[in-house]
């Protein structure tokens, strides 16, 4: 049976917080009678892992509710039953969010449409107003509370993948010289690598305090992210040969000195093609680890 341990992250007491920053605020100058609701719903909108993400469901929210406002009025004034008239309303959301190239999720602006619908004692304008502001209260204690109270940094969290890309890449070799001529293969690199690049664009959608800094580490954890990649590349290429090339004594030893373990006895006498391809990727791969490893060291 797996155990899992309880963990309770920053992101979720900063969550918590932003809810009660943004309860106490609307509290007091709340606008409609669902003000609790809908600056909760604005304060935990704000909580993405990036600034980026923030905005976008900012966005999300004010977009939605005067959407949803503005095609009520419209819809609502047709003399026909108020199913039809709601989707009829869906319809014209959906389609008007296409016309835009908005990539917003338009379910907010349809469900304020079936509110003011359904709801013939509500005054679409009054409404509107009233959310936008209640909901704004909450999305502005919640960005303040994301962006400025620990914001999301995963640049450790970079340079630890990193970090083990270069064990991963330290067993792929002990592996492809270990001498049987079954060959490992790439593809958990590959994954890494692709989770990298993940954890990269998060990165870059972030808004840290010392901005110069984080361009900076940007550019230089890029770096060492292209260099990761060239060096799976080159395993991928040890990987394709038909069987393991004899290493020479000069590439064995650097592995040997690398810390990997060669169980591969073979000595070349005459070098042919495999044995030259497989010592030329490897060299590239011993050249390239020692690159990053003090790219990653001077970080």
């Not at 969550?15 to 609701?37: C, W």
């Amino acid at each position: 049976m797996t155990h899992r341990r309880l963990h309770v992250g920053m992101r979720t007491v900063k969550s918590a917080l932003a809810v009660t920053v943004a309860l106490l605020i609307v509290e007091q100058y709340g606008a409609t009678a669902s003000k609790m609701i809908f600056a909760l719903i604005g304060a935990l909108s704000a909580m993405e892992p990036t600034f980026k993400g923030a905005v976008r469901n900012c966005l999300t929210q004010i977009c939605g509710v005067v959407f949803g406002a503005v095609f009520g009025v419209v819809v609502g004034r047709l003399p026909v039953d108020a199913v039809w008239v709601i989707g009829l309303g869906v319809i014209l959301i959906i389609t008007a969010y296409n016309f835009l190239g908005l990539t917003l999720s338009p379910a907010l602006p349809c469900i304020i449409l079936v509110t003011v619908c359904a709801n013939p004692d509500i005054v679409p304008a009054a409404y509107a107003l009233g959310r936008i502001w209640d909901t704004a209260i909450g999305l502005g204690a919640g960005l303040c509370i994301n962006m400025l109270l620990f914001p999301y940094n995963n640049s450790r969290q970079i340079r630890r993948a990193l970090s083990g890309l270069d064990r991963e890449l330290m067993r792929f070799l002990e592996d492809f010289f270990d001498g049987d001529e079954e060959l490992p293969d790439t593809a958990e690199m590959r994954k890494r690598i692709a989770e990298i690049d993940r954890q990269l664009s998060l990165f870059a959608d972030q808004r840290l305090p010392h901005r110069k800094r984080q361009k900076r580490e940007l550019g230089q954890l890029r770096h060492c992210d292209e260099m990761a990649k060239d060096l799976v590349a080159e395993l991928t290429a040890l990987s394709r040969l038909p069987y393991p090339g004899r290493l020479s004594g000069e590439i064995k030893q650097r592995l040997a000195n690398s810390g990997a373990v060669v169980l591969d006895t073979r000595i070349p006498t005459e070098p042919n093609a495999i044995d030259v391809v497989t010592n030329y990727h490897v060299d590239r791969v011993l050249a390239l680890r020692r690159k990053l490893r003090e790219s990653l060291r001077n970080h």
